[in-house]
Every structure is written in structure tokens, then in C-alpha cells.
């Protein structure tokens, strides 16, 4: 597609359910990021794939939280057992290559509540 | 740890007046610096990347500068307009693949 496409827009949950949050990057773009964003904050790294595999993931706050990217394209991020904790703004960027010098490009978000 | 802080929070000004928006970096050993645009609720929108070799660069009425040696970066809005109104995210990276956020500039651009 014409940029990095984010499904569902907003996903409402109850307290200890699982989510799935699904990211569709820039087609070729080969680095894929998450990040997480609270109200009036910035945005928050969560992980980094170059590829299929996970190049940095250092930025998840705990073994609730998974990302896959299993064909290099579409990842998909996997909350288990949901905490109000985690209502926030889940974005995913692409960007051309890896490394440390890419113009990194943003999706519209997912909303996720947890009540 | 890399610290990003943009000066001011919120910023209102009449539509027509040029503008600077202000961010600072602790670690001045960056890659590259990159602005950013966000509306309500929305994603961001990518404005202007300068990579660490780079003292500026434009596009139509944006023009940002980098001073790597200070830790600092201004993003200059000529000519505002009220469709300018959102909150300016600045982002380094340094060290990693990661980008580090500051918090944002609240734009208000009034008619």
C-alpha cells in the first residue's frame, strides 16, 4: 500500500484478555518498528525488526508483550492477559532499510482501552 | 540515557506569524534527528529528517537546523497558517536503531 496501514483503528477490551494489533508496512520496506504512545507523552520504543527476525526488542515491558513478523512484511503485536496499564496508543513505523540512518515512516495508530 | 525536551509544551499565535519550535538532546552523538507532525488521535506524519552531516533542511514553509555540538534543533514554520494547528514531535537516534521522542509543542495556530 501507499503507507503503513494499522488495523483495528481502536480496540476496546476487558481487564486480562488477549489482543492482537496488526501492522501492514510500506511495501519493500524491509525495517519495522513498534512503538507506544500515552496521552501527552511521546512516543515509546517497544521493538525492531529487520526482516523476519526480531533485531532489537529491548523496549517491552514485560513477557505480556510478543511481536512476530513472520514473512518479513506484516507483524502482528500480542498482548496477553491485558492490563488497564496498557491502554495507550500502539504505532508501528517502517522504513526502507535497517540501520541507523532511515527516514522512518508512521502508521495512523491503534487505540487500544482496557477497562 | 538519551533525553529529548522540547520548549515550549504550547505555543498560540495569530495566523501569518512565523514561528520556531525548540528541541534539545542530551546525547550529542546522533545519527540523525527527525520532525514530526501529529494530529488528535492520529499517527505521525514525517516532516524533515537531518542526518548528523547535515546543518538544515526544507521543505516549503518548514525549514529545520541541527547544531549537533549543542544538542539542539530548531523547526521554523514561515507564514502560519490555522491547518499548521497540531502537536511538532522531535525524535533523535543515537546509539541504536531506536528513535527517542521529546514530548511535543502544542501548536495553535489562530484564524
Known amino acids: 500500500g501507499a503507507g503503513v496501514s494499522q488495523t483495528p483503528s481502536n480496540k476496546v477490551t476487558e481487564k486480562g484478555k488477549y489482543v492482537e494489533l496488526r501492522c501492514d508496512p510500506i511495501s519493500g520496506h524491509t525495517a519495522l518498528y513498534w512503538y507506544r504512545q500515552s496521552l501527552g507523552q511521546g512516543p515509546e520504543f517497544l521493538i525492531y525488526?529487520?526482516?523476519?527476525?526480531?533485531?532489537?526488542d529491548s523496549g517491552l515491558p514485560n513477557d505480556r508483550f510478543f511481536a512476530v513478523r513472520p514473512e518479513g512484511s506484516v507483524s502482528t503485536l500480542k498482548i496477553q492477559r491485558t492490563e488497564r496499564g496498557d491502554s495507550a496508543m500502539y504505532l508501528c513505523a517502517s522504513s526502507l532499510a535497517g540501520g541507523t540512518t532511515g527516514e522512518l515512516f508512521f502508521g495512523e495508530g491503534s487505540r487500544l482501552t482496557v477497562l | 540515557k538519551q533525553e529529548v525536551t522540547q520548549i515550549p509544551a504550547a505555543l498560540s499565535v495569530p495566523e501569518g506569524e512565523n514561528l520556531v519550535l525548540n528541541c534539545s538532546f542530551t546525547d550529542s552523538a546522533i545519527y540523525n534527528l527527525q520532525w514530526f507532525r501529529q494530529d488528535p488521535g492520529k499517527g505521525l506524519t514525517s516532516l524533515l529528517l537531518i542526518q548528523s552531516s547535515q546543518r538544515e533542511q526544507t521543505s516549503g514553509r518548514l525549514n529545520a537546523s541541527l547544531d549537533k555540538s549543542s544538542g539542539r534543533s530548531t523547526l521554523y514554520i514561515a507564514a502560519s497558517q490555522p491547518g499548521d494547528s497540531a502537536t511538532y514531535l522531535c525524535?533523535?537516534?543515537?546509539?541504536?536503531?531506536?528513535?527517542?521522542f521529546g514530548k511535543g509543542t502544542k501548536l495553535s495556530v489562530i484564524p
Open positions: 525488526f529487520q526482516g523476519t527476525g526480531a533485531a532489537d
Open positions: 525524535a533523535v537516534r543515537a546509539g541504536s536503531y531506536q528513535l527517542t
